[in-house]
């Protein structure tokens, strides 16, 4: 690795399955600016067979051939997600490889993509109800009170798995190089084995932690197994222990 790498889950642009119905693709590196950091963390997608065959994507990483020959070998892509306005770059390009899928908003992110220089044409907007065409395999809710980035969050029934992109974050220090990194990440409170919502994400809800705890107990009760994340190591068990874990923050 060079200067402040951050290694990939290899193998990288296939599916691996969850569960059933349910699988990941790890993608390349991105870096974020964090005032006068670059800081690299590692991306995942998640598709979903619905109960129809068609397929749901959430989060889509960069597409590549193999990765697309896999995701048609499984179904018909049909719900592109973006879950929340950070989460939202690689869409536009599924959107050309399947014109006919319906490409789902969440709240801001037309806004920052065409701050960002990266305009997306998205057909619906996803609300905090499941809408008909996935309602029967998953359940979604708007994590209320943050006031930088809502972001949208999913449970799929079969599987017992809730999937998330940002409230929780979970890197591992193994596969940082750099020591002032990994220091960077603990301070950010997304280090794993105690990963969790980023700080300033956190310092979004001060004031309105009463919404949060509304939504984050509308999660407890969906009592999952599983949690995939976005970024860092996913919980493949233990799922409502580790959801009570990293949202301790709401208690203070």
């Known amino acids: 690795m060079g200067k402040n790498k951050l290694k990939s889950y290899q193998p990288l642009n296939t599916l691996k399955q969850v569960d059933e119905s349910i699988w990941i693709a790890d993608g390349e590196m991105i870096h974020m600016k964090a005032g006068p950091f670059n800081i690299p963390f590692t991306t995942r997608m998640t598709v ?10 959430h989060s889509p990483i960069a597409p590549d051939k193999k990765l697309i020959d896999e995701v ?21 390009d599924w959107k050309a490889i399947y014109p006919e899928a319906i490409a789902w908003s969440s709240p801001g992110v037309e806004k920052r993509a065409s701050s960002q220089n990266i305009p ?58 750099s020591p002032w990194m990994r220091a960077l990440y603990s301070l950010a409170g997304i280090k794993d ?11 979004s809800f001060i ?46």
């Open 48 to 57: 979903v067979k619905l109960s129809g065959e068609s397929l749901w994507v």
């Open 72 to 92: 048609n070998n499984l179904g018909k892509v049909k719900h592109l997600i973006s879950p929340n306005k950070i989460h939202y770059a690689f869409i536009k």
């Open 120 to 177: 997306v044409a998205f057909d619906e907007a996803l609300t905090d109800d499941a809408p008909k065409e996935w309602g029967k395999d998953i359940s979604q809710l708007l994590f209320k009170g943050g006031r930088v980035v809502q972001e949208v969050v999913f449970f799929h029934h079969k599987s017992k798995t809730l999937i998330l992109t940002d409230l929780i974050e979970n890197v591992e220090a193994e596969k940082v190089n």
């Open 193 to 203: 084995p105690d990963g969790k919502t980023p700080i300033d994400y956190r310092a």
């Open 207 to 252: 004031g309105n932690k009463k919404l949060a705890r509304e939504s984050y107990k509308q999660m407890l009760a969906w009592e999952p197994d599983k949690i995939i994340l976005a970024h860092g190591r996913w919980y493949d068990k233990n799922g409502t222990d580790e959801l009570k874990r990293a949202f301790r923050w709401l208690d203070k």
